[in-house]
């Protein structure tokens, strides 16, 4: 408790990679987006994630091209920093310490950054210096305007950064930097024809003085002539039924790309009016868009934390998908199997995805429905899951329906199939319970393996595999064993021991512990006032425990061998996650508008570690991820987070998780050995010449340090010959072929006969 | 503020004719207006678009093209003919057959020396403007196909002419082709239908552009005869084109009923290298526009649905004001409809025929009264010969009717007017004299018969059972001889009031049969006029919503009327986009004046304060609100009812009651052809 500054709050694995637009570098290799803490950087053609920019201690909220430097990147964060990386390395060039108070967006031309602060959404100019120093501070400031929308899609910068264009609500802003002279259109506030004309993003023409803005009726205008107060000029089109969201406009200035809620997106010829082509069926919704410099790829983020990149000829060649949690139903779960996280994500199916290496996995359709993205309709989502210990089995609820008078929900259990390695509906179960179902769990004994559901029909019932009289059929098909009920109380959880030896439902106020081989209650468990909200049985050494927490502000632990409360303590519990893997359960609690998060053990009431101010929000949802290697830190505070590490997600739906000094130190130093040349296309060409180029430089480190750079150099002499000699002086293959296998060969002596000695 | 009993009059199945061609003249700020019915009218743009002339058309007589000289104003249409107009006297002055079968336009070049049409053997045929005529010159190299658009080059040497799948541009010295621009036709199954270029505007810098069938603006170079850049407007027919005086801004019409502007402007700010870019579109037509015209502060466009539609363009106009707000007009400044105020009739005037109608009977009370009688038409009048209708009358008695027409007797000489009188179906023949009129009016008495005639005169008329019998003239003392469009003969019959085009109202003793005074010319024009019956104040309301009332016994305005301008009127009665059609006086209250336009009706107490501007002005409802003693110290002189819509008249009749007329726009938009089929949107 005394070493929490080594414990730090993280935004690492899982967050958002649709905040900003995405940068594509000038080469069209990379596709840059900020991801949390981090700048994320993905190849374009494998859509793998190569590295990450690592450095900022808060979110990053943009980043752009150096305009005077195409490999390097500026970004910009919460924390008041702006950095310069080169991002092909993923080295720090240089920090700017920003004297605002929390920098949310940068744009950039021509030295001059802009970034607004939060408070008042102000835009300011900000002259970085030149210095050759890592670290300096931007002092020279100037305010160009003091209300700016709150969305940074609103601010874009003028053709050679001579202007910038900002808009809020009915306004067009055009700031001068030359003249330093504002001039500004406004809208009315209604139309005639009901047309909301409100901004919602604006985009400048590269070459010429064409500011394109996007409305709220989907709309889109190109001003003009915007150095008049009154002879300025636009013309309107309108192909989205609903607001633009983002527009871009290609390098050459040749189209204007726009998309929005519809996730089409359409391409506009400039100044050829209506032709347009589109892109439909993209996704989520596109919250922005932006193109590489050659305009050769665009690339679009989406609602659904997706990253699509797109070729010029209107064909998607890549997606980058991130973890969805725009609405999170189901619990965060770990599968056993795969170790990857659970969640609902796309409307209908289960989500996996590997926090280890921050990749989306796979989606399992749950639901095997057409979704119709549509506001207002009623559409089965996945509400509940849970895994058996093994992983073999899944247990799933989609229900639909508000209100409980039209509510219709299915049970589905999925076996594991390990041949095609994937999940296989097994049973559908469409009348479980006669109301919705509150909590569902798996036993977890090895042998044998039980879903427990508890729902609102103040019904909890147990179900087993077993086969079927009926259907002679090999397969075993999930039935219902046993329904308990208790004083028709509506239970509120329902938990396994770890040995599955016993099972805890909770009916209210009142803990019921059953024995799940005989169905026979063995004791009630009471501390009223205040309805169960969390249950859990302690793990390995404290086993014995029960854990449950209650609205009334009450954490308490009962003795199951005595049946008596061994401690309570007041304190409002939102969240209790145990560790699956030591004796550690985490609480969350929420008081006076911040979460603190205690560690502590059943077997004693003191906490492990407290880490007061976690976030502002409150926490519904936690999970403890296995690591792949345990850290060996002997520090009391950071020993919990030893074999796991513990994620939760805050009603923001930001996914936040705990680092250690340690570990942060390990990743800075993998970092920097990450510099190598992976980037690089593997052509046949560089698997030649790059696995003979490290076999020499491992020999270089080895023993000859000296005596090889000869043998490099003829190597290469010999291959850069074959490649710039004319075809038609060239001698025979057979000849070149020889002379080609020899320039590999390494020689020991470093005397030998020039092989190009014939050529002259 | 007074209770009547109101005959709500929707049988008067008026049709606006749609509009085909418009002419803007810059100098004189007048724009001509050609409907397809042949009529001609014009506007004054700086006077509230007032509708200061209509010429009246004929069967048969296609207007295709409008154009100015000067000021003179020619057409010319699928008849084969070119007309000038007598603009002073709203008649047509001569035609001329051009011989070159159906003329589709006309086109005047900017020095004003010549004349060009384009016909349907193929010839653009140029004519010469002289002075009181013009004069066949030349033919330009004929073509294969028709001429449908032209357009001539600023400087007056060349011409561009549109036509089908091409374009043509000629040397006006030589007469012969310069170059030939082909403009492609449409894709797909459109490919075997003949690109027509409808409209061509040839600009000072030898740019060329050109709008066709297949929804393309096509600029063009005069000097390569290359394509510089086609913009596709539309999936029909891009119908007019129009560009603005400086050349910045050129604005074309669709059959979608589109406005499209283009605007030439630099594409960095701040250099030299402009372009034309499309900008704003403008949809206020539900059918074809068939013309546009660019004025200096508007763009006006016109079509199938017959309304003119004046779009202010708001970066030209200095100050915003009612004057430059958006315009429809749907109707025409002139009163259609005339009652004979004692004996129910209502007489309806449409361009071929009159009806004469009884008005139905009522009995009980409230807000909507029971029918006993229905109103029933009296009489179907077909006009002999093919002239249209220019005004008509109906005696307040109801015994006489009176129309006249203008027709083409001969040419070059005066054009005959015939008048015919209805005494209980009796015509008889009026004395040669009053052989033209502009406007027709009766004395109260139905004794007389005035009517207005060439040189700002009026002739009179008695009448008695034996027949008409001329009885003098009045003549202005001075001034102009531009035609009277309004006449009013006070309740007494001893004076009468005209007002003619140059705004002049001059006042005439009846019994002394000459000019009693001239009221001080307003720079608006007059669109309704009334004498007091009790006081003999000549009550005047002008275009640009202004009101006077003039003492015709003094001389001088009233002291009500210097009251109203020294306070002005109040902001809401100035924004008001139509004129007021008639003035009435009720008998029973003298103090009250009644009005209307075509969206409502207003009765001014002249002896209540007049409200200012904090006032507020459409306070019934408030007024309703108030307690009784509170009332009087919150209402002011105008009581406005808007409880009708698309008013073409409100007449009091003898017995204390209103006859309105309306012509509901739906029903107007019902009975036009169905316009061009669009996709919407979620439909």
New interface residues.
């Given amino acids: 408790m005394v070493e929490t500054s080594d414990i730090r709050v993280v935004r690492c694995g899982g967050s958002k990679v649709n905040l900003t637009p995405p940068i594509i570098s000038s080469d069209s290799r990379f596709v840059l987006c900020t991801s949390g803490d981090l700048v994320k950087v993905y190849s374009t053609r494998t859509e793998e994630w190569l590295h990450s920019l690592q450095g900022h201690t808060n979110q990053v909220t943009g980043i752009t091209l150096n305009p005077a430097n195409h490999l390097q990147v500026y970004s910009c964060s919460v924390d008041g920093t702006v950095k310069l990386w080169d991002f092909i390395d993923g080295i720090l060039i240089k920090v700017q310490l920003v004297e605002v108070h929390e920098t949310v967006e940068i744009f950039l031309s021509s030295g001059l950054c802009v970034s607004a602060c939060p408070e008042c959404f102000q835009l300011v100019s900000v002259h970085l210096p030149k210095s050759a120093e890592q670290e300096v501070e931007a002092k020279e400031m100037s305010a160009v305007s003091s209300h700016i929308s709150k969305n940074p899609s609103c601010t874009a910068f003028g053709?050679g950064g001579e202007y910038i264009a900002f808009a809020r609500h009915l306004q067009l802003n055009v700031y001068f930097f030359r003249k330093q002279k504002t001039y500004s259109f406004s809208l009315k506030a209604t139309d005639k024809k009901g047309a909301k004309n409100a901004f919602t993003c604006i985009a400048c023409h590269p070459?010429?003085?064409?500011i394109a803005t996007g409305h709220e009726d989907g709309k889109i205008r190109?001003w003009?002539?915007?150095?008049?107060k009154?002879?300025?000029?636009?013309?309107?089109q309108h192909w989205h039924?609903n607001a633009v969201n983002t527009l871009c406009f290609t390098p050459e200035g040749t189209h204007l790309l726009s998309g929005g809620i519809e996730s089409v997106l359409v391409q506009w010829q400039y100044?050829?009016?209506?032709?347009k082509e589109f892109l439909p069926r993209l996704g989520g919704s596109i919250l922005h868009i932006s193109a590489s410099s050659d305009g050769q790829l665009f690339c679009t983020s989406h609602s659904d934390n997706k990253i699509t990149v797109i070729e010029s000829s209107f064909k998607v060649c890549g997606v980058i998908q991130g973890l969805v949690k725009d609405a999170v139903l189901t619990d965060l779960m770990i599968d056993p199997r795969s170790k990857a996280l659970v969640l609902n994500g796309k409307p209908g199916h289960l989500q996996f995805y590997s926090l280890l290496r921050d990749k989306h996995l796979y989606n399992l359709d749950i639901v095997q429905q057409e979704y119709i993205y549509e506001a207002g309709l009623d559409q089965f989502e996945v509400v509940k899951a849970a895994f058996d210990i093994k992983g073999s089995w899944l247990a799933t609820v989609e229900e639909r329906g508000k209100k409980s008078s039209d509510l219709e929900f299915f049970l589905k259990l999925w076996a594991f199939d390990e041949r095609t390695q994937s999940f296989v509906l097994n049973t559908t179960i469409t009348a479980a319970h006669t109301d919705r179902i509150i909590s569902m769990c798996f036993s977890s004994s090895e042998e044998t393996t039980m879903l427990v559901t508890a729902a609102e029909d103040s019904q909890f019932k147990a179900w087993c595999q077993g086969a079927d009289a009926d259907t002679q059929q090999d397969q075993n098909f999930w039935s219902c064993d046993f329904v308990g009920s208790y004083h028709k109380l509506n239970p509120t959880n329902c938990s396994f021991s770890a040995d599955s030896s016993l099972l805890a439902v909770s009916f209210q106020e009142v803990i019921t512990i059953w024995s799940p081989d005989t169905w026979e209650m063995l004791t009630t468990l009471c501390q009223p006032p205040g309805v169960i909200r969390d249950l859990c049985f302690g793990r390995l050494s404290c086993s014995k425990y029960l854990l449950g927490t209650t609205t009334k502000n009450l954490l308490c632990c009962w003795n199951l061998l005595t049946c008596e409360l061994e401690w309570s303590t007041s304190v409002d519990v939102s969240k209790l996650q145990p560790d699956p893997f030591s004796e550690n359960v985490a609480a969350f609690s929420y008081q006076s508008k911040h979460t603190d998060l205690f560690v502590f053990k059943p077997s004693e009431p003191r906490p492990l570690f407290t880490n007061k101010n976690v976030c502002s929000e409150k926490v519904h949802r936690a999970v403890f991820v296995p690591r792949e290697e345990p850290l060996n830190s002997c520090d009391e505070s950071t020993q919990w987070l030893n074999r796991s590490q513990l994620y939760f997600l805050t009603q923001n739906m930001d996914l936040l998780t705990f680092s250690t000094a340690t570990e942060e130190d390990r990743m800075l130093s993998s970092s920097k050995q990450l510099v190598i040349d992976d980037s690089v296309a593997v052509t046949p060409f560089y698997l030649l010449l790059g696995k003979h180029r490290q076999q020499q430089q491992k020999l270089n480190t080895q023993s000859h340090p000296v005596s090889d750079k000869p043998q490099q150099t003829q190597g290469s002499v010999t291959i850069k010959e074959l490649l710039h000699t004319p075809a038609h002086v060239l001698p025979a293959a057979s000849v070149l072929c020889s002379m080609f296998v020899n320039s590999f060969l390494i020689s020991n002596t470093g005397v030998q006969q020039d092989p190009l000695s014939w050529l002259t | 503020m007074g209770e009547f009993k109101v005959h709500r009059v929707r049988f008067f199945d008026y049709m606006p004719s749609g509009i085909r061609a418009l002419a803007f003249n810059r100098d004189i700020e007048r724009i001509a207006v050609a409907r397809m019915d042949g009529s001609v009218e014009v506007f004054h743009c700086s006077d509230r678009f007032f509708q200061e002339k209509i010429i009246p058309g004929r069967e048969q007589c296609g207007i295709e093209g409008l154009s100015w000289v000067g000021e003179r104003l020619f057409s010319a249409g699928l008849n084969g003919g070119i007309t000038e107009y007598d603009l002073t006297n709203q008649k047509v002055k001569y035609t001329i057959d051009a011989y070159g079968g159906p003329i589709w336009t006309i086109a005047g070049n900017q020095q004003g020396t010549h004349l060009a049409v384009g016909c349907e053997d193929g010839t653009v045929k140029l004519f010469e403007v002289n002075e009181d005529k013009i004069q066949f010159e030349r033919n330009l190299d004929r073509q294969k196909s028709r001429i449908i658009s032209l357009s001539w080059h600023p400087s007056g040497s060349k011409i561009a002419a549109g036509m089908m799948d091409m374009i043509q541009i000629f040397n006006v010295e030589t007469g012969h082709s310069v170059h030939r621009l082909l403009a492609d036709r449409g894709v797909g199954t459109s490919r075997s239908k003949e690109c027509v270029v409808w409209s061509v505007v040839y600009l000072s810098d030898g740019t060329i552009i050109s709008g066709d069938s297949v929804g393309m603006v096509k600029l063009w170079d005069d000097q390569t005869g290359t394509l510089i850049k086609s913009?596709?407007?539309t999936k029909c027919d891009v119908l007019a084109l129009s560009v603005s005086q400086n050349e910045d801004s050129l604005v074309a019409g669709t059959s979608e009923g589109t406005v499209v502007q283009f605007?030439f402007?630099?594409?960095?700010?701040?250099k030299d290298d402009k372009e034309w870019?499309?900008?704003?579109?403008f949809k206020n037509h539900t059918h074809d526009i068939r013309a546009v015209a660019e004025i200096t502060t508007a763009v006006v466009s016109g079509g199938m649905d017959a309304q003119l539609v004046v779009r202010p363009l708001?970066?030209k106009v200095e100050v915003r004001s009612a004057a430059s707000a958006l315009r429809k007009i749907h109707f025409p400044h002139r009163r259609l409809v005339s009652c004979a105020r004692k004996s129910g009739l209502m007489l309806f005037q449409y361009p071929g025929h009159l009806e004469l109608w009884r008005l139905g009977e009522s009995e009980g009370k409230g807000s909507s009264l029971f029918v006993k009688r229905n109103p029933e038409k009296l009489l179907h009048l077909k006009v002999k010969g093919e002239d249209h209708i220019r005004c008509s009358a109906v005696s307040p008695c109801g015994e006489w009717i009176v129309y006249s027409t203008a027709s083409k007797l001969r040419e070059n000489t005066l054009h005959g007017l015939k008048h015919f009188l209805f005494l209980f179906f009796q015509i008889s023949k009026l004395p040669m004299v009053l052989s033209s009129a502009n406007q027709l009016c009766f004395s109260s008495d139905s004794s007389h018969l005035f009517s207005a005639s060439a040189q700002s005169s009026v002739h009179i008329a008695s009448l008695s059972q034996s027949g008409c019998k001329f009885v003098g003239t009045l003549k202005p003392k001075s001034g102009s001889h531009q035609a009277i469009h309004l006449l009013a003969a006070s309740e007494d019959g001893k004076w009468l009031a005209s007002a003619n085009s140059d705004h002049e109202v001059h006042i005439y003793n009846l019994q002394t049969r000459k000019a009693h005074c001239t009221v001080p010319v307003y720079s608006s024009a007059v669109t309704a006029m009334g004498i007091h019956p009790t006081t003999n104040c000549l009550f005047m309301m002008y275009a640009d919503q202004q009101m006077c009332e003039y003492s015709i016994e003094q001389k001088q305005y009233t002291d009500w009327s210097r009251t109203v301008q020294r306070k002005g009127l109040h902001r809401f009665w100035m924004e008001r986009d139509t004129p007021c059609l008639n003035v009435m006086f009720n008998p029973q209250n003298p103090s009250h004046v009644i009005l209307h336009d075509t969206y409502m009706l207003c009765i001014i107490d002249q002896s209540l304060p007049l409200p200012d501007d904090k006032t507020q002005f459409y306070n019934q409802l408030t007024l309703k609100s108030l307690p009784e003693e509170q009332r009087k110290s919150h209402s002011h002189a105008f009581k406005v009812c808007k409880t009708f819509k698309d008013i073409l008249c409100v007449e009091l009749m003898s017995d204390q009651s209103l006859v309105v007329v309306e012509r509901p726009l739906e029903d107007v938009a019902s009975q036009l052809p169905a316009p061009i089929k669009q996709k919407k949107?979620?439909t």
């Fill in positions: 053709r070459t010429d003085d064409c190109l003009r002539n915007f150095i008049h009154k002879e300025y000029t636009y013309s309107t039924h100044g050829a009016g209506n032709r | 913009h596709n407007v605007q402007i630099s594409m960095v700010l701040g870019v499309r900008t704003r579109t708001l970066d949107f979620a």
